[in-house]
């Protein structure tokens, strides 16, 4: 079984478009993030959830929307889609807030916006 | 602002030739300081976690230490199963934020 499984994998699409990446752990962790990596390769987190609750919110443009639905599942909503939108995102997951040592992370959606 | 600065940003090493890597940073009061590993079209698997200057932790090949400034993770007669880009990561302590801020990476490739 995948621990942290998003989806989808790849995802292309057109400026001004809104999509949006799933994201599920079966790991029983409490805290969730997701990560953007961009073409320079740096790993930057953008949010993070704790049982639902948002704990963390980076300078992020509002068009993204994270939504935890529970503390297994943390989903990225993206309005109005931007090339500078494209990048590799990442979610993660570990057992409590602050741990920051063994996060699990997803596999990756690689995001183009042409 | 937390920095983390990896050198070199590309290494290539012949199968059983030892090096390191070094992952240098500035941090207000270090929670921990993190390896991970990305394989290609993969999320990063982590490694070692370091909380103090001086400790050590091992793992195989590798081996991760720390000083008030900087991390090595030296790789001790590499295989070609060992290229991947290796991640450092530091943790603030203090306050509420805990997030971790990660370097560029060091992508090593090990020849046969």
């Known amino acids: 079984d995948t621990a942290v499984s998003q989806t989808p994998k790849y995802l292309v699409t057109q400026m001004g478009n809104d999509k949006s990446i799933k994201c599920e752990q079966n790991l029983g962790h409490d805290t969730m993030y997701w990560y953007k990596q961009d073409s320079k390769k740096f790993l930057k987190i953008m949010f993070s959830?704790?049982?639902?609750?948002?704990?963390i919110n980076e300078t992020v443009p509002n068009r993204f929307s994270p939504k935890s639905p529970d503390k297994a599942h943390l989903n990225l909503h993206i309005n109005s889609l931007e090339l500078g939108d494209s990048a590799v995102y990442f979610c993660a997951s570990s057992p409590w807030t602050g741990s920051g040592e063994k996060l699990f992370f997803g596999s990756g959606t690689q995001l183009s916006v042409l | 602002e937390d920095q983390v600065t990896q050198s070199p940003e590309a290494l290539r090493l012949q199968e059983g030739e030892s090096s390191s890597l070094n992952c240098s940073y500035t941090?207000?009061?270090?929670?921990?300081l993190f390896w991970y590993r990305q394989d290609p079209g993969k999320g990063p698997e982590f490694l070692f976690t370091l909380y103090s200057a001086g400790e050590e932790k091992e793992k195989e090949r590798l081996k991760a230490t720390l000083t008030k400034k900087e991390s090595f993770l030296h790789i001790t007669a590499p295989k070609p199963e060992d290229s991947a880009t290796y991640l450092c990561?530091?943790?603030?302590?203090?306050?509420?934020?805990?997030?971790?801020?990660f370097g560029k990476g060091t992508l090593l490739t090990v020849n046969p």
């Open positions: 959830y704790n049982n639902k609750e948002l704990i």
């Open positions: 941090v207000s009061g270090l929670r921990g």
């Open positions: 990561a530091v943790q603030a302590g203090g306050g509420s934020n805990y997030k971790l801020t």
